[in-house]
């Protein structure tokens, strides 16, 4: 027969949940990670498998040593979207334990030790990533030219063992070099002019479609940017952060470009080089580390733009994004206890609207 | 016309087709009636019947106490069985008192049923009272006594008279079918209630999902110029009163205040018709629209129900179920209430009995609060409902206050959208519970305290009194003993002298 335990409204529910939230993630991911994968080959699809076994083995783990029960939180696909993540900003032929380190700082250090799913003030995947990239600058700066699966060049599964286990060696060596954004930083440090410079070295059609050098996941703009759009049409994430990172990075790279063409590369290079889709549309939008309120996510998705900028174009690193993610993370209380929503009836400071001058006949 | 925003809100699926269009159906009288005696918010009616009393239909059975309040009438002819407690229609599942009527199946009126040729000849007052002597209550569920609120010309300066046909609860249809099947006496219900209100406006919104409502009230209104129409979109909770007057009008009620605080005034479709039936025939509140519906009822309906019905008997005349419900509710799924049980009578409030399935109510086990921040969109009331989530889980019910805990009117948006299924509202109801019981302690706290010290100071009084009484008949008696002294030693001595005379005389 019917309940007849207490129970409070609503009694009807949206189709929504957390673990659905992280499967569409995923889903929206899927096209630009295949791309990764095919293009880096056996070597990329390694370091993919072990990141996200590592990821969730060492969610399991946490789990045990806290003593909280291990199928809902293994089951909401957090721990592996994070591994997810964090291996699409790898260099795709990086050794397999930059990838088990990566999820093991991004799992324990980035997530557990705050107390789990919606306690860390820092997004996991960046800060493995940050933590990775201070570490060990040689294993994280290695690019290599796209060598799709299967094609003469691309390494056979046996070797790509070998790569995963000692490093990128010879043979395999003459296919490493820089990243279009490493390259661009150097250029303008020999004092190159960037109108002759730019076009050639930076087909932006290609970065579009994503067969550049670069992050096992983070070449494909085009890809990415569908799949952002795919979420917000699911309503898995709001338009705001994406929105207000992408014009973050674009509105100073138009003006300085039109400034000075010779020093600063234009807004379509930013667009499409290194991981600013990403970071708009799926890294930005982590719901934990970013704020609640409409307000408060356009200042923070503002803040993460510039900031990608700033530092990519006076910074010391040629790449800038996780930076620019953990900086806004870290102001993500303030933003929110700043940036709150008028509550309805009250003014800006709380205090309730005034009454009608004429309405109340006894107060006059 | 034109139509404001409000911010927040969320779109749940209406549901409404199940009973939407369905006429409305009187339930056959049944065996018997439960009538509580507190249907309304104020003070519990009192009882002016007897057991075994014989009662004509509209007959008042209970009389209201106090200005906020309501009395309460006999549904049907027929015999007073009962006049104890009886499980109340509340999810405490506490009893009530309640007036057990059994019909006589002749369905006879009281003699002294009489309506009024001409209510806008009545003054203000007049009609209030006479809705006030019908027992009209809000009828979409808030139960607040209509004619109080028909008062409040006196005390504010009022200009618009707003009707609330939002009906924006998913799957209840009570007020569409009525606005379908009777625009002509509502609106004559809404001119009365304008002439007592003396506001020379009146907007009937209506959420866009209800065209045929829409279409007919716009034909009863077209020959009133002071009556507007509007369609408003659908979105829940467009109904709650201050949004709706928002949406409407563009002006905010001020926190805490009322909407008559704008010169505005809310009252729904239901309770316009109510006013129309008592003032026009003196027929007092004795039935009401109820739909009975939800996933898990065989046949859905909208129902004409005597005030007391069981809920069993609506569920049995609506063909019972089509599959076992998960929830059963009083009202809409958004902010009903759980069914105690089906014993439990059909109240003047009561607008849905909803039978809702497993895949209607889509529970899921709570998970931790990603700050996803949906609840903070969908709040109508600007509040960040997963900040107050937080205090209360840590017991912080101050912080949780400040932060607007009583600004929330506990819609359930923010409970609607959690991805983790956070059971939000409970978390605020059990606050907001907790802060009335504190304030109610507290208050008993410094009543016992000045009661204590005054009962000190009156102790102390008395003491001092009594000491004071004490020692001025201490002194007195000793006044008085040292002036029977003083006579003594006047005498003595003289006793003495003659002692001593007569000693010194016998020495001698």
């Known amino acids: 027969m019917m309940q007849h335990t207490l129970v409070a409204s609503p009694h009807a529910h949206a189709p929504v949940s957390i673990a659905r939230s992280m499967r569409l993630v995923m889903l929206a991911l899927v096209p630009a990670t295949l791309l990764g994968l095919w293009q880096f080959g056996w070597p990329a699809i390694l370091l993919f498998s072990v990141t996200l076994a590592a990821a969730l083995l060492f969610e399991a783990a946490a789990l045990l040593l806290a003593g909280k029960p291990m199928r809902p939180s293994l089951m909401d696909g957090s721990a592996l979207l994070t591994g997810w ?145 795919f979420l917000i049409r699911k309503r898995v994430i709001d338009w705001v952060i994406p929105t207000a990172v992408l014009l973050g990075v674009l509105v100073p790279a138009t003006l300085l470009h039109w400034l000075d063409p010779v020093r600063f590369v234009g807004p379509l290079i930013h667009l499409t080089a290194g991981a600013t889709v990403l970071t708009a549309f799926f890294i930005a939008t982590d719901p934990v580390t970013s704020p609640v309120s409409r307000a408060g996510q356009l200042v923070f998705g503002a803040g993460i733009g510039l900031l990608i900028y700033l530092i990519r174009t006076f910074g010391a ?15 993500t209380p303030m933003i929110d206890h700043y940036l709150k929503p008028r509550v309805f009836g009250r003014d800006r400071r709380g205090r309730p609207l005034p009454v009608a001058e004429d309405a109340a006949k006894e107060r006059g | ?105 002749k369905d006879r009126w009281h003699r002294r049923i009489e309506g009024v040729g001409d209510p806008f000849a009545l003054d203000a007052a007049e009609v209030a009272k006479r809705v006030a002597d019908a027992g009209i209550v809000g009828m979409g569920g808030a139960t607040f006594p209509a004619a109080v609120k028909l008062g409040l010309g006196q005390r504010y300066t009022l200009t618009t008279l707003v009707i609330n046909g939002s009906e924006c609860e998913p799957y209840l249809t009570c007020d569409d079918q009525l606005m379908r099947e009777e625009p002509d006496a509502i609106l004559d219900g809404v001119r009365i209630m304008a002439h007592a209100l003396g506001v020379t406006r009146v907007i009937i919104g209506i959420e866009g999902n ?82 009975v519906t939800g996933g898990a009822i065989n046949k859905p309906r909208n129902l004409r129900v005597p005030i007391g019905t069981k809920v069993e008997d609506l569920i049995e005349h609506c063909g019972r179920f089509r599959e076992e419900p998960q929830r059963l509710i009083a009202g809409g799924p958004m902010m009903g209430q759980p069914l105690p049980e089906l014993r439990v009578p059909v109240m003047k409030g009561t607008n849905g009995i909803l039978a809702l399935t497993a895949a209607e109510v889509g529970g899921q086990t709570p998970g931790p609060c990603i700050r996803c921040g949906s609840c903070v969109t969908a709040c109508p009331c600007g509040l960040v409902p997963l900040t107050m989530a937080a205090q209360v889980r840590a017991g912080n019910l101050d912080a949780a206050a400040s932060a607007g805990l009583m600004d929330c009117i506990g819609c359930g948006s923010c409970a609607y959208v959690c991805p983790a299924h956070l059971p939000l509202v409970q978390f605020f109801s059990h606050a907001k519970g907790e802060l009335a019981a504190r304030g109610r302690a507290k208050q008993k706290q410094s009543a016992t305290k000045r009661l204590a010290e005054q009962r000190a100071q009156r102790l102390e009084a008395q003491k001092r009194a009594k000491r004071e009484a004490m020692a001025r008949r201490k002194r007195e008696a000793e006044a008085k003993q040292k002036a029977e002294a003083g006579a003594n030693t006047e005498r003595l001595p003289k006793a003495g002298d003659s002692a001593n005379a007569q000693a010194l005389a016998e020495a001698g």
């Open chain 1, 85 to 229: 993540l964090l291996a699409l900003t790898l260099p795709p032929w990086a050794p397999w334990w930059i990838g088990v380190l990566g999820a093991l700082i991004a799992i324990v250090v980035g997530k557990q030790v705050f107390g789990g799913l919606g306690q860390n003030l820092f997004n996991p995947a960046m800060v493995a990533r940050v933590a990775l990239l201070i570490s060990f600058p040689l294993e994280m700066t290695q690019w290599v030219a796209p060598q799709p699966l299967f094609s003469q060049q691309a390494p056979g599964l046996l070797a790509a063992f070998g790569i995963s286990l000692h490093g990128i060696a010879p043979p395999w060596d003459v296919l490493s070099g820089a990243s279009i954004l490493g390259d661009l930083a150097m250029e303008v440090q020999q004092g190159v002019d960037l109108t002759n410079m730019a076009p050639s070295l930076f087909p932006a059609v290609n970065a579009a479609f994503g067969s550049i050098p670069g992050s096992l996941g983070e070449t494909s703009a085009i890809l990415l940017l569908l799949g952002g759009l």
């Open chain 1, 317 to 331: 690193y040629p790449e800038g994004a996780a930076f620019a993610v953990l900086l806004m993370n870290a102001a």
């Open chain 2, 1 to 105: 016309m034109r139509l404001f925003r409000i911010q927040g809100g969320v779109h749940p699926e209406d549901r409404k087709g199940l009973a939407a269009g369905r006429p409305i159906e009187p339930l056959p009288m049944p065996q018997l009636l439960h009538i509580p005696l507190q249907q309304h918010i104020g003070a519990i009616a009192n009882p002016l019947v007897q057991r075994r009393q014989h009662v004509a239909k509209g007959e008042r059975i209970a009389h209201a106490q106090g200005p906020v309040s309501a009395p309460i009438h006999a549904p049907t002819s027929g015999r007073i069985v009962g006049l104890g407690l009886y499980p109340a229609n509340h999810p405490s599942g506490l009893s009530v008192r309640t007036i057990t009527l059994q019909p006589d199946g």
């Open chain 2, 210 to 291: 209800k065209p045929e409502a829409i279409g007919a009230i716009s034909r009863a209104a077209a020959q009133f110029d002071q009556i507007e129409v509007a369609t408003l979109p659908m979105r829940y909770p467009m109904g709650s009163e201050k949004h709706l007057v928002k949406t409407l009008t563009g002006r905010e009620t001020p926190a805490r205040g009322l909407t008559a605080d704008i010169g505005v005034v809310v009252h729904n479709p239901a309770t316009a018709f109510a006013v129309h039936e008592a003032l026009r025939f003196g027929r007092p509140l004795t039935s009401r629209v109820v739909s």
